[in-house]
């Protein structure tokens, strides 16, 4: 499925410029004239990515950053401008831009700027697992439980076999993984050990989140292998 690109200009010249090249890289394109707008059609999920302009009505490029940076912070954002001012383009980045091009601008650039903040965003969405209140950080080897209207708890760090286990369960919750499934994926199709280190992985996994309020399970189907249940 073809990535949503939210074009927010009231310039429609500068919207069918930015369509057009996005367009022929396989993106799809919707446009938004002012920030309100654009607020909308984010909350309608109908943006991936924003490419905003500052200058415009009811809501400038400004606001509406902050706005989707706040409501929607695995947005990546790319702010097109006249202004070049190292200022503005400070401002920006306070704000969570992602990226920043100055009118006039290469069309060809922008599409790759684009292309290359999807790439980005996909990367570390992957990276992070959530799993009813335990979130799972890949870049640390890491897993954080919420408690109920607290902060995140200290850090668990998981062994990195354990880790990658967990993670590869939680991507895929409701999934049954044979053991062979597991030892491919987790320990290479190459790994020459019994495939019942699986099983004490498992174990050693249910143990170190069996005394913590972990609204997730690890279910065993008999003659089958392994899934994970997330509670409601």
Known sequence: ??????????????VELMRFYLQREGLAVVSAADGLAALEAAEQGKADLAVIDIMMPR??????????????????VLMVTAKGETGHKLKGFHLGADDYLVKPFEPLELAARVKSLLRRYRIQSQMK???????????????FVEGEG??????????LREF?????????PGHI???NDLIEQVWGADFEGDD???????KRIRDRFAELDCRFSIETKRG???KLEVAE
């Not at 499925?1 to 500068?14: G, H, K, Q, T």
């Not at 990658?164 to 895929?172: E, G, P, R, Y």
């Open 1 to 14: 499925m073809a990535a949503n690109v939210l074009i927010v200009d009231d310039d429609p010249d500068i």
């Open 59 to 76: 809501m400038d490029g400004w606001a509406l950053c902050q706005r989707l940076k706040t409501e929607h912070p695995d947005m990546p």
């Open 129 to 143: 697992v959530q799993i009813g209140n335990v979130l799972l950080d890949k870049h640390r080897y890491v897993a």
């Open 150 to 159: 607290e902060a995140p708890s200290p850090p668990i760090s998981l062994p």
């Open 164 to 172: 990658d286990l967990l993670f590869k369960l939680a991507s895929h």
């Open 177 to 179: 993984f044979t053991r």
């Open 196 to 202: 019942r280190t699986v099983d004490v992985h498992i």
């Open 224 to 226: 089958l292998g392994y």
